[in-house]
């Protein structure tokens, strides 16, 4: 069982920056896109961004493009979520999840991952 730990967030001012990591045990995420969705209060869960399994490919939601890069590290079996010009309504729980399926899709909505983390907890306030 592939198993997914987040780190990373936190409170930070709009306009801040914040860095989320996921962390993936025991197998290499080589074979597995990996994507992060987020859940603000009240709200229905969202795909925000994914990278596939090469690395090559990578999808956004419109609303974080420009702002949020996602990358990889093999040899850390680690992806990376970096968020720029952070704005209050990007507040939410940010969860790491991978699969197999196409990015697109996944950041879509209209494909599931089968492995989820716990969540990360972003608070983006003045």
């Known amino acids: 069982q592939l198993q997914l730990v987040e780190s990373g967030g936190g409170l930070v001012q709009p306009g801040g920056s914040l860095r989320l990591s996921c962390v993936a045990s025991?197998?290499?995420?080589?074979?597995?896109?990996i994507a992060w969705f987020r859940q603000a209060p009240g709200k229905e869960r969202e795909g925000v961004s994914c990278?596939?399994?090469?690395?090559?490919?990578?999808a956004y939601q419109d609303s974080v493009t420009g702002r949020f890069t996602i990358s990889k590290d093999n040899a850390k079996n680690t992806v990376y979520l970096q968020m720029n010009s952070l704005k209050p309504e990007d507040t939410g729980v940010y969860f790491c999840?991978?699969?197999?399926?196409?990015?697109?899709?996944?950041?879509?909505?209209?494909?599931?991952?089968?492995?989820w983390g716990e969540g990360t907890p972003v608070t983006v306030s003045s």
């Open positions: 999840t991978a699969g197999q399926q196409p990015c697109r899709m996944v950041v879509a909505g209209t494909r599931q991952m089968d492995y």
């Open positions: 025991p197998y290499t995420l080589d074979y597995y896109a």
């Open positions: 990278i596939s399994s090469s690395g090559v490919s990578t």
